[in-house]
């Protein structure tokens, strides 16, 4: 089973969101979905300073398996991205809500964040 963090929330599409007493936003894909690409290969991210809406594609996460969009979870400026990721995309096999977070974001409405699954949801729906 995989590893659903309960101070997260989460979209169907497997991405997740974690709100900063700051204000921001951090952004990563689950756990779940990185199992089921495996290993992960190359990911493309955002540029800095891009706004962006809810259920839009932010990027592509290519493993041995297939590339797949990601989408974001709530609407906002990306404030930050994890460069990372660049030289070491497996990062998001190893530690997908540490250090293989993908971007930070300003969100425009934190509160679009309630309505994600919670940790306990998303769980149940990807048994």
Do not use: C
Not at 7 to 26: N, Q
Not at 65 to 89: M, R
Not at 100 to 108: A, D, M
Request: hydrophobic share 40%; net charge negative.
């Amino acid at each position: 089973m995989s590893n659903t963090p309960s101070d997260l929330r989460y979209a169907k599409s497997h991405e997740w969101v974690r709100l900063e007493s700051d204000g921001t936003a951090v952004i990563g894909i689950t756990d779940y979905a990185q199992n089921s690409l495996g290993d992960i290969t190359y990911v493309q991210l955002p540029k800095v300073g891009a706004t962006l809406n809810a259920g839009e594609a932010f990027g592509v996460v290519e493993s041995v398996k297939a590339a797949s969009d990601v989408y974001l979870p709530i609407s906002g400026t990306v404030l930050a991205v994890n460069e990372t990721l660049n030289s070491a995309p497996e990062t998001l096999n190893t530690e997908p809500y540490g250090a293989g977070w993908i971007l930070k974001l300003k969100p425009v409405d934190a509160a679009q964040a309630n309505s994600l699954m919670d940790a306990a949801a998303y769980a149940q729906a990807n048994v």
